[in-house]
Every structure is written in C-alpha cells, then in structure tokens.
C-alpha cells in the first residue's frame, strides 16, 4: 500500500460544504429581503410608489453582491 503524495491537497478537503452554500443563498435572500422592506415602507410612508422599492431592490443586489464577493474570497 501506499499512501497519497502529501504534496497534492485533498480537493474534496477544500471545497465548501452545504453549510457554507447554504449561508450563501440565506445572506443573499435576507439582505436583499431587507432592502426590499424597507423600499416598501419609504414608499408608504412618502407616497413614491414605486420609486422607493426600486431603489431598494437595485441597493439590495449591489449589497447582496458586495457580501457574496466577500464569502466567496475566502474560498479563492
């Protein structure tokens, strides 16, 4: 028998588990859920409607794409 070459990394070792994808799909659907709240309350509360829950979707997804970039560097 031989052992593995402990020069090659284990892939399978290296890779996020289902804990690690599953934060990732959770840290996107809540800071995009929140933006979009409170898109819905600024609209209700200034009467803008629509105007507040767009703005809040396109700063829900430059955040959600902010923190999925920052996740995901750690596995580069």
Known sequence: MTSPDPEQPDTLRELPGLGA???L???IAITLGI???L???ADSALHS???CLVAGIV???IAATASTVAL???YL
Do not use: D, E, Q, Y
Request: some cysteine; proline content about 5%; aromatic content about 20%.
């Open 21 to 23: 994808f599953a934060g």
């Open 72 to 74: 995901v560097r750690r």
């Open 35 to 37: 933006f979009v709240v």
């Open 49 to 51: 409607a629509p105007w």
């Open 25 to 27: 799909g959770l840290t």
């Open 39 to 41: 898109g819905i309350w």
């Open 59 to 61: 700063v829900g997804c």
